[in-house]
C-alpha cells in the first residue's frame, strides 16, 4: 500500500513538473509575443510556426552560453542561490489543485500532488522562502549593483509579504479552512441563480490588495526594483550568466503562474463554470474548435504571406485541439477535464493581465513601494480583515 | 518509514547546527540556522502539527532569518578571526558539554518513559483549534505579547529615528 | 576636497560607479555617486569617453567638408548643427540664402526637433520602465528618418544643408510625406500622453524630481527645454530669430516648477508647437531657387557643368581648392532641441577654418547634474539623466 502511494506520488510529482515546465516555456514565449502586439510588432516568430520553438531556443541558447563565474564571488553561496530560487519556486505548485475530484472505476482521482490541511500555509511557507534565493544571489556575487537588488528584494518580499498573507485572511475567514480544495469547494454555488459564489464579491479589497502585493511578489513591473535595469543594470542577476540565468528565470515565471493559480483558486471559484445553465458545459468543447479552427486559418494565411513549410504543422496541433474540443461532447471526459478547463482559462486571464500591466505602466520608485506596501495596503488589508469579521460574526 | 524521515530530519538538523557553531563567515552560520529551522519543521509535521511546522517557516526561516541575513549584508560582516579562547572552554568544555547532555537525555527519559512517548502523527493540531484556544483560554498570555512586542517596535522606531 | 573616488577611511558611504556602460547614462556618462545608503550623497560627472576631437578635425577641412562633421556632434539632431555651422559661414560671407532655402531649412529643423524629442521621450521612459513608450516613440521617428532620406540619401548623417543654401531640391514626394507625417502625428502625440502624462506611478517618479531653481539653472549655464521649465522664457528662435523664425507663428512653452515633470511637459508640448511650425512652412513655401547666387560657393547644377565653361571652372575651384572666406569672427547661436547649440568660428581668409569652436548645449546643462541629484534617491539620478537629455557625442565632442 505504501508503496503504491508512492508510486503514484512520484508519477504526478513528474506529471505536474512536466506539464508546470511546459507551461512556463510558453508563458515567456507568451509574454514575449503579447508584449510584441502591445508594442506594434511581432514578437518572435522566426522559430517554427509563430515563433512556437522559441522557447526550446531559448533553452538552447542558454546552454551553450560562457557559464562565467566572476572572480570575486562567495563561491558556495553563488552557486546554491539560483537551485534555491527555483527548487522554492517550484515546490509551491505541490498544493495547487487543478479539478475536482472525480471517482472512476472505485478509484478517487486527486487533481493535485497533494491535498494539505494547511495549503496555504504552506505556499506561503515556500514563497517566504523564495527571498532567500535573490538575497544571496545578490550577496555572494561581490558586486555593489547586485547587493542592492538583493537588498531591495529582501526588503520588498518582507514587506509585501504582510500584504499578502493579510488580503487572504478574509477569504479564511469566509471558507473557514486553510485546505485550497475546500476554499474552493465553499464557493460553489450562485446567488439568485446567476451570480457565481466566488470570494471576489464578498472580498474585492482583499483581492485588489492580494493583486497588488503579487505583483511585488513576484517582482513584476510596476514592482521589478530588485532588477531594475535602469538602476542596478541587472539587479541581483547582474553577475549571472548561462544556466544560473536560465534558473533565475525559470524562478521568476514559475512564481507568476503560483499567484495566478493561488488567486484563480483564493477569489475566482478556482475550477467552478462561472454560468449556472446547462449548456455551459459545452463552452469547452466549443472554445477549443473555435481555437483549432482560427489556428488552421492563420496558419494558412501566414503560410501565404511568409512560404515556410513549417506552418503546415500548426494545422496538426489544431488538429489535435480541435479533438480534445470533441472529446468534451463525451459526459465522463467533460466531468473530468470541463473543471481543468475552467482552470486553465482563468489563470491565462490573470497571466495575460500580469504581461499586459508589465508592458504598460512605468517603474514604481523605492521608498513609494515601501510606501505603498506599509502604508496603503496593509492597513487596506486589516481594516478588510476587521470589516469581514465582523459581518460574519453579526 | 516514518523512523528513516526522522533520522534523516534529525541528522540533517544536528548536522546544520553543529556547522552553524563551526563556521567562519556569519552568513553561512544563518544558512545553517535557517536549516536547522527548516529541519524542525519537518520533524514537527512528522509529529502531524502542520499549523506549528508551518508557522516555523514562515516566522523564523522566513521572516526572522531573513532580517538576519539583511543585517548580515547590510553590515557587509567578512568572515571572523578566531580567537585563541581560554584555557578552560579548550579543557573542559567538551567534557562539561557531555555531562550537561546526558543529564538532559536521563531528564527527558525520566519523564517520559519511551513506552510513554508520543509517536508519529498522534499530535494532531488543527489550526482552528489552536485559534480558538489562543483566543479564548490563553487571550490575556496572547494579547500581552502583543503588547510586548508593539512596545518594542515603538523602542526601535524611537532609537532608529534619533539623529546622532 | 577629496576626490569621489577615494572617500576617507572610515567613510560610512559606499562610492558606485554607474557607468560608462550602464543601460541608462545614455552611451558613455559616467557617473561616481557617493551614497548614504540609496540616497546619493555627491555625483561627479566624468566625461571624455566619447571624444572625437570633431572642433580640431574641423581645422583641416576645408569650408564646406566640415558640415560633415557637424553632423556627428549631436547624432539625434544633425539638421540643427548643420544649419547652425552653415548660418555662421554665411554670416562670415555675408550671405544670404534666398527664401525657399530658409523655409526649407526651418522645416526641416523642427523635423530634426521631433526626432530629438521622440528619442528623448522613448529613452526617458524606458529608463523609468516604461518600454513601450520607447517602441512607439521609434515607430514615429523611422517616418522622419525616412523623410531625411528622401531629401539627402543619409537617415542620421544628413550633411544636407550648404553654405548658400541646400545641397538639392527636396523631391518632389517630400512634401507630401510630410504633409500625411503632420497630419497623424499630434495624434500619436495624445498617445504617448495617454501613457504617461496623468499616470500616477509616472507622476510621482517625475514630479517633484530633480528639481532646480531659475537662479541656478541660469548661473549653471541651462539652456532649452531644461531653462524653459524653470520658469525663463528664453528660446533663441524668438529672442534671436534666424532663418526667417520670426516669419513663424508659435508659441514657446514655458513651466514654472523646474522639476523632471516640468522637462516632460515642456519638451511634449514642443513637440506639438513643432508640428504647427511645419504645417506653416508648408503652406508658405516659397517658390523659388533653393541657392544663392553665388557661384564662386555655391557648386553649379550637373546639367549646366556639361554645357558651360565657368560653371566647370568654379566646380573644379570649390571641388579641389575650397572656396575662401574673408578673415574674421562669428558666434552664431541656434536653439537646438537640447538648448543654446552655437558654433564660434574663425577665419584667416583661407579655405579652411582657422578655429572652431561648439558650445554644446548637453555639455552646459550637465553641469547641473550634481545640482539636481544630490541628497535624492540613487532611482531619481536615472530620471533625471533622462530628463536633461543628454547626447554624448556633443559632450565630448
Request: glycine share 8%; aromatic share 12%; proline share 6%.
Amino acid at each position: 500500500m505504501d508503496l503504491t502511494i508512492l508510486i503514484i506520488s512520484l508519477a504526478k510529482i513528474a506529471v505536474v513538473l512536466t506539464v508546470l515546465f511546459t507551461c512556463v516555456a510558453y508563458v515567456v514565449w507568451l509574454e514575449r509575443k503579447v508584449a510584441g502586439r502591445i508594442q506594434n510588432r511581432w514578437g518572435p516568430h522566426r522559430t517554427g510556426p509563430f515563433g512556437l520553438l522559441q522557447p526550446a531556443a531559448d533553452f538552447l541558447k542558454a546552454l551553450f552560453k560562457e557559464d562565467f563565474t566572476p572572480a570575486q564571488v562567495q563561491r558556495p553561496i553563488y552557486f546554491l542561490a539560483p537551485f534555491l530560487a527555483m527548487t522554492l519556486a517550484l515546490m509551491s505548485i505541490a498544493v495547487i489543485p487543478f479539478g475536482e475530484n472525480v471517482t472512476i472505476a472505485g478509484r478517487t482521482i486527486f487533481f493535485e500532488i497533494t491535498d494539505l490541511n494547511i495549503g496555504l500555509l504552506y505556499i506561503f511557507a515556500v514563497t517566504s522562502l523564495g527571498v532567500y534565493g535573490i538575497a544571496l544571489a545578490g550577496w555572494s556575487s561581490g558586486s555593489k549593483y547586485s547587493l542592492m537588488g538583493g537588498l531591495r528584494s529582501s526588503a520588498q518580499m518582507i514587506s509585501y509579504e504582510l500584504g499578502l498573507g493579510f488580503a487572504v485572511v478574509g477569504v479564511l475567514i469566509l471558507s473557514g479552512t486553510l485546505s485550497l480544495r475546500g476554499i474552493v469547494n465553499a464557493q460553489s454555488g450562485f446567488w439568485f441563480g446567476i451570480i457565481p459564489k466566488w470570494y471576489i464579491w464578498p472580498q474585492f479589497v482583499g483581492f485588489l490588495v492580494y493583486l497588488t502585493a503579487a505583483f511585488a511578489e513576484t517582482n513584476r513591473t510596476p514592482f521589478d526594483l530588485p532588477e531594475a535595469e535602469g538602476e542596478l543594470v541587472g539587479g541581483f542577476h547582474t553577475e549571472y550568466s548561462s544556466l544560473k540565468f536560465a534558473m533565475f528565470f525559470t524562478a521568476e515565471y514559475t512564481n507568476m503562474i503560483t499567484v495566478a493559480c493561488l488567486a484563480t483558486l483564493l477569489f475566482f471559484g478556482g475550477w467552478m463554470a462561472p454560468l449556472p445553465w446547462a449548456w455551459v458545459q459545452h463552452v469547452p468543447a466549443l472554445v477549443l474548435l473555435g481555437m483549432a479552427a482560427l489556428m488552421t486559418r492563420t496558419a494558412l494565411r501566414t503560410y501565404r504571406l511568409e512560404r515556410r513549410k513549417s506552418y503546415f504543422a500548426v494545422p496538426g496541433l489544431a488538429g489535435i485541439v480541435g479533438l480534445i474540443g470533441l472529446a468534451f461532447l463525451h459526459p465522463v471526459f467533460a466531468a473530468v477535464a470541463a473543471p481543468m478547463f475552467w482552470f486553465a482559462s482563468k489563470v491565462f486571464v490573470f497571466l495575460f493581465l500580469y504581461i499586459w500591466v508589465r508592458w504598460s505602466v512605468p517603474r514604481f520608485r523605492y521608498d513609494q513601494l515601501m510606501h505603498l506596501g506599509w502604508k496603503v495596503l496593509l492597513p487596506v488589508a486589516a481594516a478588510n480583515i476587521l470589516i469581514t469579521g465582523l459581518v460574519v460574526a453579526l | 518509514m516514518d523512523k528513516v524521515l526522522f533520522l534523516i530530519f534529525a541528522g540533517i538538523a544536528v548536522g546544520a547546527a553543529a556547522n552553524l557553531l563551526r563556521s567562519r563567515h556569519p552568513i553561512h552560520s544563518a544558512l545553517s540556522l535557517i536549516g536547522v529551522m527548516g529541519a524542525l519543521a519537518v520533524l514537527y509535521l512528522l509529529l502531524g502539527a502542520e499549523f506549528i511546522a508551518a508557522v516555523q517557516v514562515i516566522v523564523y526561516a522566513g521572516a526572522i532569518m531573513v532580517l538576519f541575513v539583511f543585517t548580515i549584508m547590510l553590515l557587509n560582516a567578512g568572515a571572523e578571526v578566531p580567537t585563541s579562547g581560554s584555557m578552560l572552554a579548550r579543557y573542559l568544555g567538551i567534557p562539561l558539554l557531555a555531562l550537561l547532555l546526558l543529564q538532559l537525555v536521563r531528564l527527558l527519559l525520566g519523564q517520559y518513559p519511551p513506552d510513554q512517548a508520543s509517536s508519529f502523527g498522534t499530535f494532531v493540531g488543527p489550526t482552528e483549534k489552536i485559534g480558538r484556544l489562543l483566543f479564548t483560554q490563553y487571550l490575556l498570555p496572547f494579547e500581552v505579547t502583543s503588547v510586548l512586542i508593539l512596545v518594542a517596535v515603538m523602542g526601535a522606531v524611537v532609537l532608529a529615528g534619533r539623529k546622532p | 576636497m577629496a576626490s569621489v573616488s577615494t572617500p576617507p577611511p572610515g567613510a560610512k558611504t559606499m562610492v558606485l560607479n554607474m557607468g560608462p556602460q550602464h543601460p541608462s547614462t545614455h552611451g558613455v556618462l559616467r557617473l561616481v555617486l557617493e551614497l548614504d545608503g540609496e540616497t546619493v550623497v555627491r555625483c561627479e560627472p566624468h566625461i571624455g569617453y566619447l571624444h572625437t576631437g570633431i572642433e580640431k578635425t574641423a581645422e583641416a577641412k576645408g569650408w564646406w567638408q566640415a558640415i560633415t562633421l557637424t553632423d556627428r556632434i549631436d547624432y539625434l539632431c544633425p539638421l540643427t548643427n548643420n544649419l547652425c555651422y552653415v548660418l555662421a559661414v554665411e554670416k562670415l560671407l555675408g550671405l544670404e540664402p534666398p527664401p525657399r532655402a530658409q523655409w526649407l531649412r526651418v522645416l526641416l529643423n523642427e523635423l530634426t526637433r521631433l526626432n530629438s524629442h521622440l528619442v528623448w521621450l522613448g529613452t526617458h521612459a524606458m529608463d523609468l520602465g516604461a518600454f513601450t513608450v520607447l517602441l512607439y516613440a521609434f515607430r514615429e521617428r523611422e517616418d522622419i528618418l525616412n523623410m531625411f532620406e528622401t531629401v539627402s540619401g543619409q537617415r542620421m548623417m544628413t550633411s544636407y544643408f550648404r553654405v548658400g543654401g541646400l545641397a538639392l531640391e527636396p523631391p518632389l514626394d517630400f512634401f507630401g510625406r510630410v504633409r500625411k507625417f503632420i497630419s497623424y502625428f499630434p495624434s500619436k502625440i495624445d498617445d504617448y500622453e495617454a501613457l504617461l502624462t496623468k499616470n500616477r506611478i509616472w507622476i510621482g517618479r517625475t514630479k517633484g524630481v530633480g528639481y532646480i531653481s531659475a537662479d541656478d539653472g541660469i548661473a549653471l549655464g541651462l539652456t532649452g527645454p531644461c531653462l524653459r521649465a524653470v520658469g525663463v522664457d528664453w528660446d533663441l528662435r524668438k529672442t534671436n530669430p534666424y532663418s526667417s523664425y520670426d516669419k513663424f507663428d508659435f508659441k514657446v512653452p514655458v513651466r514654472t516648477e523646474g522639476d523632471v515633470y516640468a522637462r516632460y511637459l515642456v519638451r511634449m508640448d514642443e513637440m506639438r508647437e513643432s508640428t504647427k511650425i511645419i504645417a506653416q512652412a508648408l503652406e508658405g513655401m516659397p517658390e523659388g531657387p533653393v541657392n544663392a547666387d553665388a557661384p564662386h560657393i555655391v557648386l553649379p547644377e550637373r546639367e549646366r557643368m556639361k554645357t558651360e565653361m565657368e560653371a566647370l571652372i568654379y566646380h573644379f575651384k570649390i571641388v579641389t581648392e575650397g572656396f575662401r572666406v574673408p578673415p574674421g569672427e562669428v558666434y552664431q547661436a541656434v536653439e537646438s532641441p537640447r538648448g543654446q547649440s552655437a558654433y564660434y568660428v574663425v577665419s584667416d581668409g583661407t579655405t579652411h577654418p582657422f578655429r572652431m569652436y561648439v558650445r554644446a548645449p548637453s555639455f552646459a546643462n550637465l553641469q547641473a547634474l550634481p545640482k539636481m541629484v544630490e541628497g535624492r534617491l540613487i532611482a531619481d539620478v536615472v530620471a533625471v539623466v533622462g530628463s536633461i537629455d543628454i547626447v554624448l557625442g556633443e559632450v565630448d565632442r
